[in-house]
Structures are given as C-alpha cells and as structure tokens.
C-alpha cells in the first residue's frame, strides 16, 4: 500500500514583522474553589518551599553584542563520501520544489492579529476549546499586554517589587481575541510540554525556581495554571517532554541534567528521584549540543531519543537502553546546534494490533562543529548543516540515509501539514 501523500521536503522563507501592541484588560477566571490565580498559587504550594526565583544575572550576555561575520574558511555540510555513510542519497541541493493538488496554489500568509501579547516562545493548538496557548518567560517581566484587574505578580515580598503583565495569553481561533488571565508564578523560560491524552496541557520545568515545576493546564478557555515547583526530582532547563502509550509522560535531559523521569500522576505530588541516564551523559560536549533532545514515541511503544548525533530506544517499562542506532555523520544537532527533527507519518497496513508498522525519523539541520556556541559569543559563525539523516527506527538493523536541503539551517523547526509534507519553519542567518 502506498501512502497517500508521500513525505516530500518543504521550504518557505518567512519575513519576521514587528507591530505595536496594546495592554488590553480581560476577566480573571477563578480557579477551583473560587480562588483568584493569586491565592490558588498560594494555595497548591502553602508547604513548599521554592529556590532562587528570577534572579536575572544576565547568563547570556547582551544579545546586541552577537554581530559578527560567519567564518571565511568554514566547510559548512561536509562533502561525505559514500564509504562514510551507511547509505547515500542526493547530490549538490536543488531549488525548492513547492506544489500543491489544487491547481499549484502555493498558499499564503494572511496576518491574524496584529497584537499576540506575548512572545511565542511556546504555542500549542488547545483541541477542547480552539484556542492557542502562546508562553514565554517570566524573567524579562515585560509582555505587550497586562494581568486583567489590576493583577500582579509580587516577586520581592521586601521590596514590594511587582511584575503586572500577562506572559501567558489565549488566543481565540476564530476570531483573534486575547485571554490575557493566566497567571505564571514560575519562570517557563525554555521549559517543556505536552498535551495529556484528554486535550489537556502538562508543561515542565524551565528557569531557576520553575526548573523543578510541574504546571497543568485545562477547563479551556477559562483556564488558571495549577504550578507545583517541587514536583520534579530534577531541575529541567531545555529538557524534552513526551507521552507514552499508557498515557503517562515522560521528561529526558535538561541543563547538567542527565537523566530522565516519568510526571507524577497523582496532580501535586512530587518526584524523589530520577533516573539516571548515561546516554546524555555520554553526549554531552563542552558546548552540550545534548539539550532539547529529540524524543518520539515509537509504535513497538518504545521512546525514541535522539541527543547530538546518536539515537537509542528507550523501554519506559523496564527503564534501560534496548537498542543503539549508528552515529547520525556530519556534526551536531541538538541545542545549542539547534537542528530540527519529526517523525514522519506512519502507514498502517494491517489492522492487527500487533504488527508493528515502520517508523521513520527524520533529522535536519544543526552545526557541524564543536565549539559553534562558544565561537559565537566570540564574534565568529559558522555556516549550518544542510543536509538531513532518515532512519527507520522500527528496522531491524536500520541505517542513516541522507539528503540535502535547499538551504544550510539552525535553529530552525519542522512541522508536518496537510498533504502530509513538510515545512522548515525559520533559520538563523548572519548578515
């Protein structure tokens, strides 16, 4: 059986506009019991007690200093020969082939809204309620729109010093209205999440005193973020969350976190210890280039994860390794060499639940170098990895086969669409 639509490789460029905002007011949705997001904050966590929070110490530099020219003598994608890989596909890259069925319609950009109010760092479609989650971190304590009601956030009970702007916002689907009501007490910045099986949002970790959260999401679009900055074992800055096939969920890695652990399923309890997982260990480089692993659940209901340039199989059962894929060639490809990575669409042919169908991972993008995260604080860039690896982690004895995008990409990301291709959504570029 042939898949309906068979993957093929996308490319838009995309211009980044900046538009103006305004501070616009919105009901406070009450939490259980009545309580306004304040007091439930204080409610969920009267017995914990939190570490250092939001102590800015500005850990990257001013980012007006990174301005500096990409390195003459850089290779970029290296020219493999085919004894290097497993196996080898493509040549030089070609221009980008974009179709569509409907009469080569290339689609369009309309623009939705000119006010999103907070910075996307995190965005997710809500399916109970056809809103959009937008997140960001807490730490910069300035968004483009303010808590309803006069709301505040106290971040200095000694000082009285207040934090009154929304870093959480609702956005309506249907017609662009914002619900700027929900409340964050802990830092996001950099954090993870994931949808539970019932639509629900579970974000983990993020920065200083969120590093250690659990945050639940629900009841959209009247929604208060229940936070419990202890539930973890772990602190998780640029971790990875992922759902499992019994519905649990699982968060692997995290900055000098090498381990992983399963999200209490019992909402406000806490975590005593993770697991220790020498598989991050072992890809950690002096720049890391291991964090924000990419992690699938595999349909054997294995997890796959992939950190720097090597991949294994996870058991979530038993919590060992139970197979290791060959080295992906070329260089790094996890933060901070962000590259970018999907599973592809799966083709069941049969309806026998136990036969397992392909599963095919496909990871683009990232640097070949080493050292690409301390040269750049340093003025100096190199050019992104152009070519993608595929590997069909269900095979027996699978191997990487590569490709070649249109155009060398960091820091980019990939979302699978209708037609089942495709698209390389931004890129990093040193003008």
């Not at 970018?340 to 993008?365: Q, S, W």
Request: aromatic share 8%; proline share 9%; net charge negative.
């Amino acid at each position: 059986m042939k898949p309906l639509f068979p993957p093929r490789l996308l490319l838009l460029l995309l211009s980044v506009a900046v538009v103006s905002a305004q501070d616009t007011p919105g009901p406070t949705a009450p939490g259980p019991d009545g309580l306004d997001p304040a007091n439930l904050y204080k409610a969920l966590n009267k017995d914990k007690v939190l570490g250092p929070h939001e102590k800015f110490g500005n850990p990257f530099g001013n980012p007006d200093d990174f301005k500096g020219d990409k390195l003459p003598n850089d290779i970029g994608t290296p020219q493999f020969q085919a004894a290097d890989l497993h196996e080898f596909v493509g040549g030089p890259a070609a221009a980008p082939v974009i179709s569509s069925p409907v009469d080569d319609f290339l689609g369009k950009f309309e623009l939705f809204t000119d006010n999103s109010g907070v910075c996307a760092m995190h965005a997710i479609v809500l399916p109970n309620c056809d809103h959009v989650l937008m997140y960001d971190a807490t730490i910069w304590r300035i968004s483009k729109i303010l808590l309803p009601n006069g709301q505040c956030r106290v971040l200095n009970e000694t000082t009285g010093e207040k934090d009154c702007y929304a870093h959480s916002v609702l956005l309506n689907l249907k017609n662009a209205d914002l619900i700027p009501s929900m409340q964050l007490h802990t830092d996001t910045w950099c954090s993870s999440g994931g949808l539970t099986v019932d639509g629900n949002l579970i974000s983990t970790g993020g920065f200083q005193g969120g590093a250690n959260t659990v945050r639940h999401l629900d009841n959209c679009p009247k929604s208060v973020w229940r936070e419990y900055p202890s539930a973890l074992a772990a602190p998780r800055w640029y971790s990875t969350q992922a759902q499992l096939a019994d519905g649990r969920m699982i968060v692997i890695g995290g900055r000098a976190a090498q381990s992983f652990e399963y999200i209490p399923q019992q909402e406000g309890t806490s975590n005593t210890k993770p697991f220790f997982f020498d598989f991050l260990q072992q890809t950690t480089d002096p720049d890391e280039n291991n964090l924000y692993p990419f992690v699938f659940l595999s349909p054997d209901k294995n997890v796959f994860v992939f950190a720097n340039n090597r991949s294994v199989l996870l058991n979530p059962n038993t919590n060992a390794v139970v197979k290791e894929f060959p080295v992906l060639p070329g260089g790094h490809r996890n933060y901070p060499a962000s590259g970018m990575a999907v599973l592809l669409p799966l083709e069941v042919k049969t309806e026998d639940p136990n036969e397992v169908p392909d599963a095919e991972v496909l990871v683009c993008g990232g640097s070949a170098h080493i050292d690409s995260y301390t040269l750049a604080s340093k003025n100096m860039f190199y050019e992104a990895l152009q070519d993608c690896g595929r590997l069909k982690i269900t095979r027996p004895n699978p191997n990487w086969r590569r490709e070649l995008m249109p155009t060398s990409r960091v820091m980019g990301d990939m979302v699978i669409i209708f037609q089942l291709s495709l698209i390389y959504l931004t890129r990093v570029t040193i003008t």
